[in-house]
């Protein structure tokens, strides 16, 4: 059997690693003094296990919402004795100048610092411990770290105190630091560098650099990056602006296999990219083998006319290149960024890796390229993604699903790639798709989709992340998270006045994940609040007059959360629930859906003995009684009306005790009742147990609930037998049948249906193949 997309297990290192990160003080720690975090004294632990229990723990604090940040954590790799770091990766606002301090014993090869907000030049001044170790080194969106916090002057007057006060507030560029001494250092990514640094000062004790990322850096000089002209082999100038100066350093950089000097958009730049410039790249650059040019204008044609654009299949030959300057590349490059450009819409492109928006492929490739470091170009990249799901169809699914999962997660904060993808994953989990996909794959959606629930309360996000859920079988896939979607979904439905569309579906969604589930989980969403947030939607709406489906869905939710769930019943008694039952009756008397899950909630708080004193009142009697005529929704509301009153009548003539209405003019409308009912009806109901019709067979109080629950079980069995005859012999139910038959209170009507029910359950066993059915 083929497996599924993404379907290999997780490792059992990845597993090993998790369970020990989320259970810290049951593994390799223990709690010192102050409850602090220490690491067991017999406890050596290697590099490659240090390095990824960092990398893990920052990447659970952004993607599991359950997972907290460990005081401390960071110290337990203080001593390079027990544990070894050499690759980190550490990225946003989680990460602070102590948990740096905490590690600055350790030989650190790698230190990838990514949009560090809260690092400041205490953190700078940590960086220097690594120095002699330190190959490579990204502080790329960290231009805080070159800052000191705002310090005062010695003396000052009191009319300087305003001035104090700015100046408190203004951080000051940190002079001292330098990287001198940084010997080893190849690899140096500086992206976001602010203009008050001078980058050409900075740069100048790293003669040996092989990779600089100078994006968004403002380059006055650029002559002095020919220090580097034999050295360096990669070269990131992304949204750096060109000048005439700069193209001419750029030639120089002989050794390049890596230039990127592309733009986010075109709109910004004086400078125009022309057929000469792009030829001279070719030319002077021999070793590129991968180039960007994303979002420049080209001011000339450097394109082959259309008909020979036209010619022949898509070819990578140089020679055949149908953009003129790359015709003279030795061989094709391994990677061409055209995004943004008209560039990536010719046919014939000399690379075998192309960013664009002419096709899926090109899509898919921007989005790979440039989701970590720029979520300006992904978020359109997957903007176009989400039109091929939506209108063509999406060939690459895996690739698409696992690009657009990653982008959401890496970028959690930003609102418009949380936009995009939500609405990109709707497209790319649909039916369509669907057969194509794992457990695990989709599991990682379900992740990502709850964790863009839970950041953002905008509109738009919710709704696609809700649409999303919508795609999945509930409550079966939703289950590993069930405890969390449910108080994301509660959340959402607390203010009164949301979004229509959102309500919808989100009550719908509510509704569906408390079907057909075990007792305890209806129980733990119940103490959530569920059976309060549904009557407030309901009061709402009836304020509105408005019987529309968020009203139809909130019953229906009601009906299932309360099935065998006495404690949910009691809830909706307390929080003014028949009330609002009569008042939707008065308000909406034609509405047969909203009629049948309002009654089929009753049945299910009318089963709790505890409970039915509550509706013995003559208000609810005679609504009850009234609703035995009821023709809505088939036989359903008169059934479940019915079924109310036969366990009320149950519980015996004593605790009746009103005068209006007589318990056996009641008793005579039930028998009345059942009689007119079609016992071959096909039903609109699903009993996980017949436990509490059961209890209404051996008694002789009230005749009548004892023909109710048989008459139940003769339209279940003979109209579902497959179903319904394995679940009654399994509860017992053909015995206490046998009872029925014995006992001289049972009216004749009922001991023949009785005997009727117990021949379809013995001819089910002879024959349980039966397909006549």
């Not at 590129?288 to 994303?294: A, G, P």
Request: aromatic share 8%; with cysteine; glycine share 4%.
């Amino acid at each position: 059997m083929a497996s599924k997309a993404g379907d290999d297990p997780e490792s059992l290192m990845s597993l090993c690693t998790v369970f020990c990160l989320k259970n810290l003080r049951r593994t390799m720690c223990y709690s010192g003094e102050h409850s602090r975090l220490q690491l067991r004294p017999d406890v050596f632990l290697p590099g490659e296990i240090c390095d990824r229990l960092v990398n893990v723990y920052m990447d659970l604090l952004h993607t599991d919402s359950d997972f907290e940040p460990q005081d401390g954590f960071f110290q337990l790799f203080s001593d390079p004795r027990s544990t070894r770091l050499t690759r980190l990766q550490l990225r946003e606002e989680l990460v602070l100048d102590r948990d740096l301090e905490a590690i600055a014993k350790q030989d650190l090869m790698e230190l990838h610092l990514t949009y560090c907000s809260r690092l400041t030049s205490r953190g700078l001044r940590t960086l220097c411990s690594f120095r002699h170790s330190l190959r490579s080194l990204s502080l790329f969106g960290c231009s805080d770290i070159f800052f000191r916090k705002g310090g005062a002057p010695l003396a000052y007057s009191e009319e300087d105190e305003e001035d104090l006060e700015e100046h408190l507030h203004r951080p000051s560029v940190d002079q001292d630091f330098s990287f001198q001494g940084f010997n080893r250092l190849r690899l140096l990514n500086l992206g976001g560098l602010p203009a008050e640094l001078d980058v050409e000062t900075l740069l100048r004790p790293l003669p040996a650099l092989t990779s600089l990322d100078l994006s968004a850096v403002h380059l006055p000089r650029p002559a002095f990056l020919t220090q580097w002209k034999e050295r360096l082999a990669s070269l990131v100038l992304y949204n750096v602006e060109l000048t005439e100066e700069l193209i001419h350093t750029l030639l120089q950089m002989s050794r390049l296999r890596h230039l990127d000097i592309s733009r986010e958009n075109q709109r910004t730049s004086k400078f125009k990219m022309t057929r000469k410039i792009l030829s001279s790249i070719v030319q002077s650059l021999v070793h590129l083998v991968s180039l960007d040019i994303s979002g420049h204008i080209m001011l000339d044609n450097c394109t082959v006319p259309a008909f020979e654009d036209a010619v022949g299949r898509p070819s990578i030959e140089p020679c055949k290149s149908s953009i003129y300057p790359f015709q003279e590349l030795k061989r094709p490059l391994q990677f061409l960024g055209l995004y943004n450009t008209t560039l990536c819409n010719v046919t014939h492109i000399p690379a075998y890796k192309v960013t664009g928006s002419k096709n899926e492929d090109q899509i898919l490739n921007a989005i790979e390229a440039y989701t970590e470091q720029r979520p300006e170009l992904a978020h359109r990249a997957i903007n176009q993604l989400f039109d091929i799901a939506r209108i063509q169809h999406c060939s690459q699914l895996l690739r698409a699903l696992q690009l657009v999962i990653t982008a959401l997660k890496t970028h959690k904060y930003d609102k418009s790639i949380q936009v995009t993808g939500s609405a990109a994953l709707f497209y790319l989990t649909n039916t369509e798709y669907r057969s194509d996909q794992s457990v695990r794959l989709r599991r990682q959606v379900i992740q990502v989709v709850l964790n863009g629930m839970e950041q953002y309360q905008e509109v738009t996000v919710q709704r696609n992340c809700c649409l999303t859920l919508c795609n999945f079988s509930i409550p079966e896939e939703l289950e590993f998270q069930y405890h969390r979607v449910n108080l994301l979904l509660l959340k959402i439905l607390e203010p009164a006045r949301q979004d229509e569309s959102i309500q919808r579906i989100a009550v719908h969604l509510c509704n569906a994940l408390v079907c057909q589930v075990d007792n305890d989980h209806k129980e733990a969403v119940g103490k959530m609040g569920f059976v309060k947030t549904m009557l407030n939607l309901i009061q709402k709406k009836l304020q509105d007059r408005m019987c529309d489906q968020v009203m139809e869905f909130s019953w229906s939710a009601l009906w299932n959360i309360t099935d065998e769930t006495p404690d949910n019943c009691q809830m909706f008694l307390e929080c003014n629930g028949m009330n609002l039952f009569l008042e939707c009756l008065k308000e909406f008397p034609d509405k047969q859906e909203l009629h049948r899950n309002m009654l089929g909630l009753l049945g299910n708080v009318a089963e709790v003995k505890a409970l039915r004193p509550q509706l013995l009142t003559k208000q609810f009697i005679t609504v009850f009684s009234e609703l035995l005529d009821s023709k809505a929704d088939g036989i359903e509301v008169s059934y479940n009306a019915c079924g109310v009153l036969a366990h009320i009548m149950f519980d015996g003539s004593d605790v009746w005790t009103m005068e209006e209405p007589k318990r056996s003019h009641v008793m005579d409308k039930m028998w009345a009742a059942i009689q007119s009912w079609d016992v071959s009806s096909r039903r609109n109901i699903n009993y996980r147990s017949f436990e509490p019709i059961l209890r209404l067979l051996p008694q002789s109080g009230a005749p009548v609930s004892q023909h109710w629950a048989t008459w139940a079980l003769y339209n279940l069995v003979s109209v579902y037998p497959s179903k319904y005859c394995p679940l009654l012999i399994k509860e017992g139910g053909v015995i206490l049948l046998q009872k029925v038959l014995e006992l001289e209170s049972s009216h004749q009507e009922t001991k023949d249906m009785a005997r009727k029910v117990m021949e379809q359950c013995e001819n089910f066993k002879e024959d349980p193949m039966d397909t006549s059915r």
